[in-house]
């Protein structure tokens, strides 16, 4: 199998070698404890699982924003920064698009976004994430889905937001069973607190949209907009958003208590890292 054709399954969600991505994924996790693989796999198979494993890395397939989509990308991102400041970080968890293009028009210390910038941000969220690698599913199908405040709690001493139900519920026993060493890092996430997480990665990363991508759900894929979310241990600082991660006291806890079902797993074939702070809700 080509790396064309291999990509085209991935993407279309149907078979390959005779099983479906999810199903793939676990037969490859089974093989691939140690770095190396067998023989018999896919060179291309092999070569996408090291992407994976060193995601942070530039390839020369990777998919690269233009000098003008870049600016674009550039001056977006700068935007979008100048609006979390003028309503808070707590308050941008849950800043909708609607809402935000209100708040750049009224405040001269944002700006309004420009024709190009509402263009590009549209071609970003609605264009296929598989043209850059990125395989997951998309729950947030419109760019002005809003997150409703009364479906919604603010966790004291985090600065993040639950859904109230199931993911606050879990979050609390969680909390009850780990004890007080456990912190939830990263809730709830609007379309366009996403939107600054990936675009910020991809800038620094020189526009290199398949690297920004490995790492963060873009704009409308990430399930921390209805209901997954991050915790980590106390004092364990931006370690806790690392492999680093699976070493903790927390993290062993978790797993004892069965509250780890992974959103992204060891080597899935999602186009995404390893995730094992990422809290898999439905």
């Excluded at 003028?86 to 420009?114: C, E, P, Q």
């Excluded at 941000?121 to 997951?136: C, D, K, N, P, S």
């Excluded at 800038?203 to 290199?208: A, D, E, I, V």
């Excluded at 921390?224 to 915790?231: P, Q, R």
Aim: hydrophobic letters at 35%.
């Amino acid at each position: 199998m080509n790396r064309r054709d291999f990509l085209k399954a991935v993407t279309a969600g149907v078979i390959v070698a005779g099983f479906a991505p999810d199903a793939l994924a676990e037969i490859v996790s089974a093989h691939t404890h140690s770095p190396i693989l067998p023989e018999n796999y896919d060179k291309h198979i092999k070569d996408y699982l090291y992407k994976m494993r060193h995601f942070d890395e530039q390839y020369k397939d990777d998919f690269r924003l233009d000098r003008e989509k870049y600016r674009l990308l550039a001056s977006s991102r700068r935007r979008l920064k100048r609006l979390q400041r003028i309503v808070g970080h707590g308050n941008f968890y849950l800043l909708d698009f609607d809402g935000a293009l209100k708040i750049a028009r009224n405040y001269s210390r944002v700006g309004r976004f420009t024709k190009p910038e509402l263009d590009f941000l549209e071609m970003i969220f609605y264009e296929g994430a598989e043209l850059y690698g990125f395989f997951g599913e998309k729950p947030i199908k419109n760019l002005t889905d809003r997150i409703r405040k009364r479906e919604v709690a603010k966790v004291p001493c985090t600065g993040n937001y639950l859904y109230k139900g199931l993911p606050l519920e879990i979050y609390k026993r969680l909390k009850k069973g780990v004890g007080d060493k456990v912190i939830l890092t990263s809730g709830v996430r609007s379309v366009m607190k996403q939107f600054l997480l990936f675009l910020d990665k991809a800038y620094r990363s020189n526009g290199n949209l398949s690297l920004a991508s490995r790492s963060l759900a873009p704009p409308g894929y990430s399930f921390h907009g209805i209901g997954d979310f991050d915790v980590g241990q106390v004092g364990f600082g931006v370690a806790n958003f690392t492999e680093r991660f699976t070493t903790t006291k927390v993290y062993r806890r978790l797993v004892d208590l069965g509250y780890i079902k992974l959103r992204y797993p060891q080597d899935n074939l999602l186009g995404v890292r390893f995730e094992p702070w990422h809290i898999r809700v439905n």
